[in-house]
């Protein structure tokens, strides 16, 4: 019953959060999946002095981080059979760029950046995905990161540095 | 120019979630129940292995014994001479 609850307040935070990692929608239910099936085990086991939120994000960001880390290295063994040499760059891309809550008229300058924030450290990738797609504020994504806000503040302006150079 | 770029990013829109999601994940929580063995069930199995390998070891033993008493009848009658019956 906890846990169906759960699933109804946080499913949308949960689906979308994976969405912006995935980029598509069959990668972020899989992630969403995941999440959900790590929540089931793990509830017995949350410290309740912590914000439910925030742990359902945390969870739902390593998951998504984890998920993409793995299709990474799947497809850079493929190209590495295929062609001999892993093609790291190739790997990083966004293939199947597939974002329903994307505007026809935006897609290709929005399938653009996600494509240059998919190349930045994970970290500088989660504060801007926060900040700037899930409209949290810097105090939010600074406990989600388990950061100072300053730091947070930090991250968001190397990833912008990073992006520039990218773009 | 990038902050530009960023601000483009608030304009994806929020999804709503497949009303199918939810029978999935209890499939596999379901499915993740039926592999993950309970420890009563383990401890029953491992005593059941114990009792078996102790019985067999019983019975063993025991059909080892008849040749330990022929053995002990020859060192009660012990035949010292080498010749054959039909020399």
Same mark, same amino acid.
């Given at each position: 019953?906890? =846990?169906?609850?759960?699933?109804?307040?946080?499913?949308?935070?949960?689906?979308?959060?994976?969405?912006?990692?995935?980029?598509?929608? /069959?990668?972020?239910? *899989?992630? $969403?999946?995941?999440?959900?099936?790590?929540?089931?085990?793990?509830?017995?086991? =949350?410290?309740?002095?912590?914000?439910?939120?925030?742990?359902?994000?945390?969870?739902?960001?390593? /998951?998504?981080?984890? =998920?993409?880390?793995?299709?990474?290295?799947?497809?850079? &063994?493929?190209?590495?059979?295929?062609?001999?040499?892993?093609?790291?760059?190739?790997?990083?891309?966004?293939?199947? =760029?597939?974002?329903?809550?994307?505007?026809?008229?935006?897609?290709?300058?929005?399938?653009?950046?996600?494509?240059?924030?998919?190349?930045?450290?994970?970290?500088?990738?989660?504060?801007?995905?926060?900040?700037?797609?899930?409209?949290?504020?810097?105090?939010?994504?600074?406990?989600?990161?388990?950061?100072?806000?300053?730091?947070?503040?930090?991250?968001? /302006?190397?990833?912008?540095?990073?992006?520039?150079?990218?773009? | 120019?990038?902050?530009?770029?960023?601000?483009?990013?608030?304009?994806?829109?929020?999804?709503?979630?497949?009303?199918?999601?939810?029978?999935?994940? $209890?499939?596999?929580?379901?499915?993740?129940? $039926?592999?993950?063995?309970?420890?009563?069930?383990?401890?029953? #199995?491992? &005593?059941?292995?114990?009792?078996?390998?102790?019985?067999?070891?019983?019975?063993?033993?025991?059909? #080892?014994?008849?040749?330990?008493?022929?053995?002990?009848?020859?060192?009660?009658?012990?035949?010292?001479?080498?010749?054959?019956?039909? *020399?």
């Amino acid at each position: 019953l906890i =846990f169906e609850h759960l699933y109804k307040e946080y499913k949308t935070l949960v689906f979308n959060l994976a969405l912006q990692y995935a980029n598509n929608v /069959q990668d972020a239910e *899989e992630i $969403m999946q995941d999440v959900f099936v790590n929540i089931y085990q793990h509830l017995n086991s =949350f410290r309740q002095e912590a914000d439910i939120k925030t742990w359902i994000y945390r969870i739902t960001i390593n /998951q998504s981080l984890d =998920f993409i880390k793995k299709k990474q290295r799947k497809k850079r &063994s493929f190209l590495a059979n295929l062609f001999g040499i892993a093609d790291e760059k190739a790997a990083l891309e966004i293939s199947d =760029f597939n974002h329903p809550g994307v505007d026809l008229e935006n897609k290709e300058a929005i399938y653009l950046l996600m494509s240059k924030i998919q190349n930045l450290p994970e970290n500088q990738k989660t504060a801007v995905i926060l900040l700037k797609i899930e409209g949290l504020s810097q105090q939010e994504v600074a406990q989600i990161m388990n950061l100072k806000e300053g730091a947070v503040e930090s991250l968001l /302006q190397r990833a912008k540095i990073n992006l520039k150079k990218k773009l | 120019m990038e902050q530009d770029n960023l601000d483009l990013l608030k304009q994806i829109k929020k999804i709503a979630v497949s009303d199918a999601m939810y029978p999935k994940i $209890m499939q596999r929580i379901e499915r993740n129940k $039926m592999t993950i063995l309970p420890m009563y069930k383990v401890v029953i #199995a491992a &005593s059941l292995l114990l009792g078996l390998i102790t019985t067999e070891l019983y019975i063993v033993q025991n059909r #080892a014994n008849p040749i330990a008493e022929t053995n002990k009848i020859n060192n009660i009658i012990p035949i010292n001479d080498n010749s054959l019956y039909n *020399e």
